[in-house]
Structures are given as C-alpha cells and as structure tokens.
C-alpha cells in the first residue's frame, strides 16, 4: 500500500496525476466539497458568525472511504485548486480527516503537467488560513443575505422567490438595460453614401461626412450633386498598426468564446475545466494575464519554427485589476506544440486559446491606412472613403480579426483603388437613406460578464454560477423578441434622376439576449426601493475588496461579518415591518363594457391582467398575459383583446375543443388533452380547421412508437427535455441515446433502468395513508402526500441507515410529521354553509390606514 495519499476534487484530474507519480502515490478524488453549510437552515450562528459545516448525505460513504485511506498513509498531500474554494475544500478535507499538520502537506499547481506536479511535491506549504477565511467570509455572508433578504420576498411578493448578493446586482443590470431601451426615443437624421468610378470603372464607395437632419436637405443636396463636377480633393495615406491582445483570463475568455464559437459562459466552463484536468492547459478560473518565463519560451519556440524571426515578440503583460494575484498565470496550453486534441468541442476551445496565447507573443500587424476626400468646392460638404490594406500580418496570421459584439457593420474598411488628387471620378449612385438612432445594446451572456468585471463584482469562479442562477430563477430569460417594422424614406441619385422611395425597416428584434421577465422586474424594483445599499454597484464591488484583503491577511472575516451585519439585520426588520406589498401594479385604463379599472400585475401564477378590484362587490375577472407580453408595456387595447380567450369551438371527434392561454402559453384543449399552440401564432386567429390541424399534429406525436410488455410507449418533449411515457410513467431520454430514431433495445433499457429505480425508491410505502420513506437524492426522507420532511437523528444523535428505517413502524414515522408539522393530520373543517345574500347597503366603511414605506437609510 502507498504510504502517499493525494487527494484532489475530481476524478478526472487524480487519474491524470496518478500517471504522473507512479506507484509510490495513491491519488484519490473528494469529488468537490465533502462538507459545506446545511442544506436547509442558515447553519450560522449570527452571535459568533461560526459556520455549522455537515457532510452531506452523499458524501458520507466517501468521508469513511477517505478516513480509511489516511489510516494506511504516512502523508496526506492535500492537492485541491489554488484559489480560496480550493484552499477551502484543503481545509475541511483536513479538518474532517483529522489530518496532523507533520502528516499533512498542501500543494499547488496552475497546470497538470508532470514537471508542475514534481516542483509541488518538492515545494509544499501549509493550509493558507487566510485564504480559507475569504471563502469563509464570502460563502456566509452570501447564506445571510440570501436567507434573511428571500423571505422578505415571499412575504411582500410572491412565494419562492430568491435574493443574492451577486445575482440581485446582475438582475439590477438586465432590467436598468431593458428600462433605457424602453425609454429610448430615436433621433432621426439622413445618412448620405456615394459609390463613383474612376477612369478604369474601379468602384469606390464612400460616406458624406457629416448627415443631414431633415429629408428637404438631403434632398437639395443630391439636387446640386446631380450636376456636380466630382474630383478627388485630398488622398492621404499613413502607416498604423494592430497589436495582440493579452493571454485569456477568465472573463475574457468566456467574452471571446462566445463571439467566436457560440458558446455559452456555462459550456465554457465546463470544457475549459476539462481541458485543465486533462493537462491540456493552465487553470482555468484566473484574473491574470501574467505568463511564466517558461510559457514565454515555449510560445517563442513555436512561432519561430511555424511562422519565422520576424514574426515573433516576446512580451509580458501587467494585469490592471488591483485584486488580481500574479503569482497566477493567464490561460495557456500546457504544450505549446500540441495544437489539436481529439474531442470536436474540447479541441474548439483548446485551439482558440493556443491562438491566443501564441498571438500574445507576436509581433504587430502594420498597416497602411488611407483617406480618399471627394468632392467640388461648390458642395456643403464632402464625401470621405476609407481602406486599410495589411503590410504585415503579425499576430493576425495567428489569431485573425472577429468583428466585435457591438462593433458597427458599416464601419468595415475596405480596400481602395488608386487615385491621384484632382482626378475626375463619376458618380455611379448617390444616395440619402432615412437612419434611426438605436438604443443600448441587451446584453448577451459575454456582454453581462464583461459589465460585471468592469464594475469590480464577483471574482472568476463566479461568473458563470451568477449567470445560470438569474436563469435558474426565471428573473431573466433568453427569449426571442420579434422585430418591429417602420417606414424609412430612401432618396437616389442615378444616371441624372432622382427617385424616392419607402422601404420596410425592421428594428428592435433580438435573439439570446438577455431580457428582464416579470418578476425579475418586479423583485428588482422592490429591492433597489427597500435596499439599495445592498444592490448598489459600489457596496458590491467594496465586499469583493474586503474579501480580498481577508485573503491578504489585512482584515479579519468576523470583523468584517460584524460590521456589514450591523446595518444590515435592522433593515431586514424594518423592511419586513414597515414596507408594503409589491405586485408590479399598473393602471392601464377602464373596461369600456364594465366601467371597471384594468390592472397589469403579478398574481399567484404569474403576470396577468385584472378588470375590477378585490374589494368590489362582484369578483374581479383575470387574464394570462401570451409569450412577448409584459405588464410594463402592455396597452388597454391588448389586455381587453386576452378576456377573448378561452373560447369554444365545435367538438371534434366527440371531443369539445376550446383555445386558451395558460402558464406555460396558449393552447387548444380537446376533450383533456392541453396542445401548446406553436410559437409565434395568434391564439385569437385560431379557428375551427386550424385548431383541428393542430389535434391532428398532436395525434400523429403521441401515436405510439414501441411496446414494452404489451404496453405503448409513446414520446414527447417537455419542460425538462425529451422523454418517453410507459404507463403513466415520465422516463427522461438521455443525449446519448438518439432520440429521433430510439430502437426497441433503447426503449427496453431505459424503461428497465427507471423500474429498477422505482423499486429501489421506496424504504417503507403505507398506500392508504398516503406516507411512505423513500431514498432521496441527498438520503432518505418521509414523503406525506406531496410534503417532504425530514428523518429526525436517533437518540445517539447518528443518522438511521437505510437498513434501520425498514423496522420503523408507522406510529413513529407520524410523530415525525407531527413534530415539523403539528396540522398534518388535523381533520379539515367542513366549508360553511353560505348564508344568503342580502342587498348591500351604502353605509361607507373607514378601509385601514396603508402601512408606511419603510424608512430610507
């Protein structure tokens, strides 16, 4: 047996570290945090702020495998990331095992290469407490927030919602983006472009320089420009250059990946985590942009051997943000001659950092850049035209040129024919074109990290979890918005004539970007009113600093956790006490036919629309909103149009049939069958043939497409993606199997595999009573009807094994639920019977006085 045990967070890096220590060095995985705070209750005691780590459920098993392991080894070598989660989870693995500071030694690497892992093992250090403690500090300040700030939205909202620290200021973002777009009001102006010929018909295009503001103007201008002498007034021509852009930290390269690939910030992450564990490259969550002197060679070595002399420029780079740690290192491959590996997606990402490390170390791109003025001094103003021609491509023959995110199309420069000043040119076309100027940019997921680096919030290890989180919580959504269409008037000049014409303009559309939804809104507005320190930009990019100077030693956590809470519980309490509901609330206008106010707001089940009031004799009405609908936008007119909906039509096939619009959209319903209308169609313009098409549609999905003992087995695809129905049973469709084309030994293992996950759930079911102990993901629970409660610690404050929980009767298993919930089994009252209406009368009643806005601090 080793006398050396290594123990890392994944698998996938101890078998890559294995290969590189032998025999003498048992490698071992903790598969991530083997202990962490609660999952239900906050875990912290608020007096001391002392977290109460547990292991969870499903890394006992592991812990005792881990234990047993230490007992056989002379030295534990705790080789986890090295930043503070990685820090962290070395000391909670150290704690839980009781490891000895002379049995135990912590080792750092930034890349899985066999010469990275020999210099760790020949360098050890002791647990960096105070790294440990800026995790400390951020993971419990983070619980706290989230735990006392939630509940105050439940309470004034709605149910289930979440509040963060982070995630609260990126939902900030999205919707303040969303407000200026709304608010946006365009200014028109007409842009004017010529395309002329010189003498060999070479055509060379080029923009007025300065726009007109009204059509008339323009006009005039092509007027005189029709018999207007061009001439090429000024040729300028000056040298430039372009220089690489630094090694990828994180950020940017979650930035360049999506511009380039069409990955997502989650995807990245995830290949990019591979890549680093497979020895393919550096660390993956860094703020730096610094490379060792050794990369600096490697990359040197390579260019000169692929591109030649001329082409290389060594270089180091400063990271400017104050927090970065330097002794890190920028993304880099591990081997720089290396430049492909087998898997598609992985080898994407692993070439696009090859490039940009290697351009990084590269001499710059010259260019030649030239300014072509056209035009008669007779004229207001002259045309300009711009090219750029590449002298040396540098870096470029590397890394190429992306067009940037928001970079205008127009903007391109092109190359230009020779010409020399006073030459005559002819024009071809000439013409004013109706601009509208356009508003702030949604943010795409790339755009939203590089705004949350800029303004100092969240760390690397953060974006992506922040990001998926917003989605998660449905505060924010990638929905496709549908473009609008305006008129834009176009004016051209050609062979001496001049034609106007309207032209269809579609603006404002937008796909995979980032759009503020209902309640994103709502929950945002509600807190930048009750706390906006804690949402303010500033206040967040200032915890970042002081998790930072935690981490430096400068600060104590406690001391920190202290003075933040302080200020920060009286808030929580005065918002709770004093501040009024939030609903989203919006007047739109009075129902002509009832004579009742119209209300856009949030309800039970989401945005809606309500005609009359609560406290009205008779019982306001409600309507969904459709898919693009929101209550910030929505008009009178488009409100009164969703109280059309449900309506009838003939039954079909014996079956009524009905269109509505629901929770998850509008649908047909035939007989009890919900069939989602397709996206983008007008449930209003559904009538009887088109309804009974999509029945049709909808037959031909469900048809069956196997059997299993006897039994159809049909397919489908639902919120939570493909799936196959045996029986009354949801099997999920995994992507490795080919969902188009599933053949009968696909159905028999998937439907084999879920059975045998059923039988396995349950410990100890009681049918009639509706109770059972199931196997949970996280361990055993009580399930009664749709509640879940916890399994309670034996007397000897351990936890029932599996096993044990067989021989609990059902007396028992109730005192349980009693004990979490004292109403489980208390009989329901009968509904009273209704008394008989009487005539209201028109004594007026004082309604109580509103509670008072929470007082601003």
Do not use: C
């Not at 020999?118 to 960096?128: E, G, H, S, T, V």
């Not at 060792?292 to 490697?298: D, L, T």
């Not at 706390?531 to 500033?538: A, H, Q």
């Not at 005609?611 to 009405?621: L, Q």
Request: aromatic fraction near 8%; charge should be positive.
């Amino acid at each position: 047996m080793s006398k050396n045990l290594v123990i890392v967070e994944s698998p996938a890096k101890a078998k890559t570290i294995q290969k590189y220590l032998g025999s003498d060095f048992d490698v071992k995985s903790s598969f991530g945090h083997i202990r962490d705070l609660p999952k239900k209750g906050m875990g912290i005691d608020l007096a001391t702020f002392s977290p109460d780590y547990e292991v969870s459920a499903d890394k006992k098993k592991l812990v005792t495998e881990l234990k047993s392991a230490v007992k056989k080894a002379d030295m534990v070598w705790l080789a986890s990331d090295e930043d503070r989660e990685g820090e962290a989870i070395a000391w909670h693995l150290a704690d839980e095992l009781k490891l000895k500071p002379e049995n135990r030694k912590r080792i750092v690497f930034h890349e899985i290469t066999k010469n990275a892992i020999l210099k760790a093992i020949d360098n050890p250090r002791d647990i960096d407490q105070n790294l440990v403690n800026a995790q400390q500090a951020r993971r419990v300040l983070d619980r706290i927030v989230g735990f006392e700030m939630s509940p105050v939205l439940w309470k004034k909202i709605k149910p289930g919602l979440s509040a963060g620290r982070v995630q609260s200021v990126a939902v900030r973002l999205v919707v303040e983006r969303e407000k200026e777009i709304r608010e946006f009001k365009p200014k028109v102006s007409f842009k004017v472009e010529g395309i002329f010929l010189n003498a060999d018909q070479q055509e060379i295009a080029s923009k007025l320089k300065k726009d007109f503001e009204k059509e008339d103007d323009a006009e005039k201008f092509l007027e005189v420009a029709k018999s207007t002498e061009f001439k090429v007034l000024n040729v300028e021509t000056k040298p430039g250059s372009r220089t690489a852009s630094a090694p990828f930290t994180t950020s940017t390269l979650q930035q360049e990946a999506s511009s380039r690939l069409g990955y997502n910030v989650t995807n990245t992450m995830r290949l990019a985590q591979r890549l680093y564990e497979e020895g393919f490259i550096t660390y993956m969550r860094t703020d730096s942009v610094n490379l060792s002197q050794e990369a600096i060679e490697g990359a040197k070595k390579q260019i000169l051997s692929e591109y030649g002399t001329e082409y290389s420029s060594p270089r180091n780079y400063t990271t400017k943000s104050s927090s970065a740690q330097e002794a890190h290192e920028a993304i880099r491959p591990t081997d720089f001659s290396v430049k492909s590996i087998g898997d598609a997606q992985l080898s994407k990402l692993y070439q696009l950092i090859y490039r940009r490390t290697l351009a990084s170390q590269m001499a710059n791109a010259k260019i030649e850049k030239t300014v072509i003025e056209i035009g008669n001094a007779k004229l207001p103003q002259q045309f300009e035209a711009h090219g750029e021609v590449i002298i040396f491509e540098g870096f470029l023959k590397a890394y190429g040129i992306v067009k940037a995110e928001d970079e205008d199309e127009e903007n391109n420069e092109k190359l230009l024919p020779k010409v020399k000043v006073g030459e005559i040119l002819e024009y071809k076309k000439i013409t004013a074109t109706e601009k509208f100027t356009k508003p702030s940019a949604r943010y795409t997921e790339a755009g939203l990290v590089r705004k949350l680096e800029e303004l100092g919030i969240g760390r690397p290890s953060t974006y992506a979890p922040t990001i998926q989180t917003i989605q998660n919580r449905e505060y924010v959504d990638k929905r496709e918005i549908e473009a609008k269409t305006r008129e834009v008037v176009k004016i051209t000049l050609a062979k001496n004539a001049i034609k106007k014409e309207l032209l269809q303009d579609k603006y404002g559309g937008d796909k995979n970007k980032f759009v503020p939804t209902d309640i994103g809104e709502v929950v945002n507005d509600f807190l930048i009113d009750n706390f906006k320190e804690i949402l303010d930009y500033g206040f967040t990019a200032r915890v970042e600093q002081s998790f930072d100077e935690i981490a430096h030693g400068v600060q104590q956590w406690k001391e920190m956790m202290t003075a933040f809470y302080s200020k920060f519980h009286p808030r929580i309490e005065d918002v709770e006490e004093n501040a009024d509901r939030a609903n989203g609330d919006r007047l739109l206008g009075i129902d002509p036919k009832s004579g009742k106010n119209v209300h856009a707001r949030i309800g039970r089940f989401g945005a809606m629309i309500q005609i009359g009031e609560v406290d009205d004799e008779e019982k306001p009405t409600f309507a969904s909103l459709m898919l693009g609908q929101n209550i910030a936008t929505i008009k009178l007119e488009e409100a009164l149009e969703l109280f059309k909906l449900p309506f009838e039509l003939n039954a079909f096939e014996d079956l009524p049939v009905a269109v509505g619009v629901g929770r998850f959209g509008p649908y047909v319903k035939w007989g009890d069958t919900f069939i989602s209308v397709p996206k983008g169609e007008d449930p209003l313009s559904i009538d009887q043939k088109r309804a009974e098409e999509i029945i049709a549609e909808k037959k031909i999905a469900d048809a069956p497409i196997a059997s299993y003992k006897g039994e159809p087995i049909t397919k489908g695809t639902g919120r939570f993606g493909p799936f196959i129905k045996y029986k009354s049973i949801f099997i999920n469709v995994p992507k490795k199997y080919n969902f188009d084309n599933l053949s009968q030994n696909d159905i028999n293992e998937l439907v084999d595999a879920k059975l045998e996950k059923e039988a396995n759930r349950y410990i100890q079911q009681w049918e009639a009573e509706k109770i059972s102990i199931e196997n949970a993901r996280w361990g055993p629970i009580v399930k009664h009807g749709k509640n879940i409660h916890k399994i309670p610690k034996k007397k000897d404050d351990t936890k029932y094994e599996a096993d044990e929980l067989k021989d609990i009767t059902l007396d028992e298993v109730k005192k349980w639920i009693t004990a979490q919930d004292p109403k489980a089994f208390a009989e329901k009252k009968k509904p009273a019977a209704k008394k008989p209406t009487t005539k209201k009368t028109t004594t007026t009643t004082k309604k109580a006085p509103a509670k008072k806005p929470a007082a601003k601090k």
